[in-house]
């Protein structure tokens, strides 16, 4: 036998065997690749006033998981109401798209679809948009799953809209919807819009509300005003509002909103006194041939209340000042009672009792009068 012979006897595969991990068959030959995009997966439309806004995150992959390359794509959109074509909408005709942001993240797009005429008229009916990828030699794997949303009159825009500070929050009002306005409600949308001025703000809560909704805005059915209570203080807030109208077409749950209303921005400072101690009582007595007067009040429920301020002045039979008022103690009073071991049996007394908060605003006055136990 040849040298040759059994030098092919000896190595069946050949010099590649020298740097391959084993002879294993590949297996069957796979068809070479098309390189078509994976249709989108996430098409939404939402309707905001007289347009439609379109978002969709692009595909990384081809349909048989392979990434793409070149990573771009070319993407049409179409629309059409439920029962019609679906037609291509102008602008959005093979518009090339880098699948990817300069981090390598995959791309998130947002598209604007001003509604023509016809679509922004009449009732609500469904309205159905579509996108299409192909690749760069205009290869696709067809149009993605339907995206809805409706077609007709949007609701009415919010008008007037205004924000006034309060002690419980930020109180918003509008004008009241149009009589013919269709059954709504109205959103409405909190933004921060710097970092507080003064006053360090407490951490944003994970759970805090960008967008909350009022009740139905049909006009005489509800005050047209919103609390917004979780506003932070010391923070400025630009606040917008949408009217919302919501309908159930063929089995599909849509829902169209108004146009952003014009913006208005508030910042919450605590400048309110706390609410006025009530039910305020006097109690004169002698004991162990001691004078005193003992106040007591009903508590007042306030979340920022530092204590409570008592004054004491002297008053003649009229209830004329005789003197001038004299504060009591020199911190304010945590508890909603006084013990008063100083006062004149003889003279006449007004005690006034206010409520005092941590930013030092103070309530009116609640006043009692004490006689002199005793002929003057």
Same mark, same amino acid.
């Given at each position: 036998?040849?040298?040759?012979?059994?030098?092919?006897?000896?190595?069946?595969?050949?010099?590649?065997?020298?740097?391959?991990?084993?002879?294993?068959?590949?297996?069957?030959?796979?068809?070479?690749?098309?390189?078509?995009?994976?249709?989108?997966?996430?098409?939404?439309?939402?309707?905001?006033?007289?347009?439609?806004?379109?978002?969709?995150?692009?595909?990384?992959?081809?349909?048989?998981?392979?990434?793409?390359?070149?990573?771009?794509?070319?993407?049409?959109?179409?629309?059409?109401?439920?029962?019609?074509?679906?037609?291509?909408?102008?602008?959005?005709?093979?518009?090339?798209?880098?699948?990817?942001?300069?981090?390598?993240?995959?791309?998130?797009?947002?598209?604007?679809?001003?509604?023509?005429?016809?679509?922004?008229?009449?009732?609500?009916?469904?309205?159905?948009?579509?996108?299409?990828?192909?690749?760069?030699?205009?290869?696709?794997?067809?149009?993605?799953?339907?995206?809805?949303?409706?077609?007709?009159?949007?609701?009415?825009?919010?008008?007037?809209?205004?924000?006034?500070?309060?002690?419980?929050?930020?109180?918003?009002?509008?004008?009241?919807?149009?009589?013919?306005?269709?059954?709504?409600?109205?959103?409405?949308?909190?933004?921060?819009?710097?970092?507080?001025?003064?006053?360090?703000?407490?951490?944003?809560?994970?759970?805090?509300?960008?967008?909350?909704?009022?009740?139905?805005?049909? !006009?005489?059915? *509800?005050?047209?005003?919103?609390?917004?209570? @979780? %506003?932070?203080?010391?923070?400025?807030? /630009?606040?917008? =509002? +949408?009217?919302?109208?919501?309908?159930?077409?063929?089995?599909?749950?849509?829902?169209?909103?108004?146009?952003?209303?014009?913006?208005?921005?508030?910042?919450?400072?605590?400048?309110?006194?706390?609410?006025?101690?009530?039910?305020?009582?006097?109690?004169?007595?002698?004991?162990?041939?001691?004078?005193?007067?003992?106040?007591?009040?009903?508590?007042?429920?306030?979340?920022?209340?530092?204590?409570?301020?008592?004054?004491?002045?002297?008053?003649?039979?009229?209830?004329?000042?005789?003197?001038?008022?004299?504060?009591?103690?020199?911190?304010?009073?945590?508890?909603?009672?006084?013990?008063?071991?100083? !006062?004149?049996? *003889?003279?006449?007394?007004?005690?006034?009792? @206010? %409520?005092?908060?941590?930013?030092?605003? /103070?309530?009116? =006055? +609640?006043?009692?009068?004490?006689?002199?136990?005793?002929?003057?």
């Amino acid at each position: 036998m040849s040298a040759n012979r059994l030098k092919k006897l000896r190595y069946p595969c050949g010099l590649a065997a020298l740097f391959l991990s084993g002879c294993a068959s590949p297996g069957p030959p796979r068809p070479p690749s098309l390189r078509l995009p994976q249709p989108l997966r996430n098409l939404s439309a939402a309707r905001e006033g007289n347009e439609v806004e379109l978002r969709f995150t692009l595909p990384q992959h081809t349909t048989d998981n392979l990434p793409l390359r070149p990573p771009v794509v070319q993407a049409t959109l179409c629309r059409g109401l439920e029962r019609d074509p679906c037609v291509l909408v102008p602008g959005r005709e093979s518009q090339q798209l880098s699948i990817s942001e300069p981090n390598g993240t995959a791309r998130a797009i947002i598209w604007r679809d001003p509604l023509p005429p016809a679509l922004t008229a009449g009732p609500p009916r469904v309205l159905i948009y579509r996108v299409q990828l192909e690749n760069t030699r205009g290869r696709t794997a067809g149009w993605s799953a339907s995206a809805y949303t409706l077609a007709g009159a949007a609701p009415p825009s919010v008008k007037d809209l205004h924000a006034e500070a309060t002690r419980q929050g930020i109180l918003l009002r509008w004008r009241p919807a149009p009589r013919q306005t269709t059954a709504t409600d109205v959103l409405l949308h909190r933004e921060p819009i710097g970092p507080p001025p003064t006053l360090k703000a407490k951490p944003k809560s994970k759970n805090e509300p960008t967008w909350f909704a009022t009740n139905a805005d049909t !006009a005489g059915t *509800a005050a047209a005003e919103s609390l917004d209570s @979780s %506003a932070q203080e010391n923070v400025p807030y /630009r606040y917008t =509002a +949408v009217r919302r109208q919501k309908v159930s077409i063929d089995g599909h749950p849509l829902e169209m909103r108004s146009a952003d209303s014009a913006p208005i921005e508030i910042t919450l400072r605590d400048i309110f006194p706390p609410p006025v101690p009530t039910a305020l009582n006097a109690a004169a007595f002698t004991e162990a041939g001691h004078f005193a007067v003992d106040l007591v009040w009903e508590p007042v429920e306030d979340p920022g209340l530092a204590g409570y301020i008592i004054e004491r002045q002297p008053i003649d039979a009229s209830g004329t000042a005789t003197g001038p008022s004299q504060r009591l103690s020199p911190t304010p009073v945590t508890l909603p009672a006084f013990h008063d071991a100083s !006062a004149n049996p *003889a003279q006449r007394y007004r005690y006034s009792v @206010s %409520a005092l908060d941590t930013h030092n605003n /103070r309530s009116a =006055a +609640v006043s009692v009068i004490v006689e002199p136990s005793q002929p003057q």
